[in-house]
């Protein structure tokens, strides 16, 4: 672990790690909305990412939508790296109260982290719009189960939607509620893999009244000039052993 990011949590009781696409890119999970990312959507698809995960977008074009979620957004072989694992572990040692992510792959929890805040859902959940029952992501994932392309519940025919909050959908209440308390508890935020553009997640760290905050990213974000700490460096660089 960077020295600079082990003496602020040497002296912290309470930290909170708040995350975007930056952690699980260094699984090999492609952030969709680089610029990579749009040009395969629109050279595909001819839609943006932004409007092929739209809740309008699901509505009305289903096989569509799971084409391309299928093939973007979900990565079965996903691997926690080094941040995740570093955080799993500053959780079982007491130090670390919450991990909030704006992530849907689940990789905290494969990592071993138990408090975690999934703002934007999980692709592995997924239920039954009709009669609610749920099913995992290689029951969504195989033909087998699906007509066109589109998951279907053998048990009412209704289509399987995927626990993930599209556009134009709300945040989950519960876990918003969750996630600001627990950063406006922490003595010391972490904010790592995101330029903190992506609202409203990323609004939620102004609920934060610590003493520390440190911010981790690539690139400069808005929050830098707020910061404690500010390192331009790969998230699992400097929390990895």
Not at 118 to 136: A, P, T, W
Not at 208 to 235: M, P, Q, S, Y
């Amino acid at each position: 672990m960077d020295s600079r990011v082990k003496e602020i949590l040497d002296k912290s009781k309470r930290v909170v790690f708040f995350g975007g696409a930056g952690v699980s890119t260094e699984s090999n999970i492609p952030d969709f909305r680089s610029e990579s990312g749009l040009y395969k959507a629109m050279n595909e698809y001819g839609f943006s990412p932004e409007t092929m995960l739209s809740r309008t977008f699901f509505d009305n074009k289903t096989e569509m939508f799971f084409d391309y979620y299928k093939k973007n957004l979900v990565y079965r072989d996903a691997k926690p790296n080094k941040a995740h694992l570093a955080l799993a572990k500053l959780e079982q040692e007491g130090k670390l109260a919450g991990v909030v992510t704006q992530n849907i792959d689940g990789l905290h929890q494969k990592a071993g982290s138990e408090k975690v805040y999934e703002l934007h859902g999980s692709v592995l959940r997924n239920n039954c719009m009709e009669c609610g029952k749920f099913y995992d992501l290689d029951f969504i994932m195989d033909e087998a189960n699906c007509r066109n392309g589109i998951p279907v519940c053998p048990v009412c025919g209704g289509i399987i939607k995927p626990d993930v909050v599209l556009y134009e959908e709300a945040l989950n209440d519960s876990v918003i509620r969750g996630a600001v308390d627990a950063i406006a508890s922490a003595d010391t935020l972490i904010v790592g893999g995101t330029s903190l553009v992506v609202y409203p997640a990323a609004g939620l760290i102004h609920y934060f009244r610590g003493d520390n905050l440190i911010l981790i990213n690539k690139t400069e974000t808005d929050a830098d000039r707020n910061a404690d700490l500010v390192i331009h460096d790969a998230i699992g660089k400097i929390l990895g052993d």
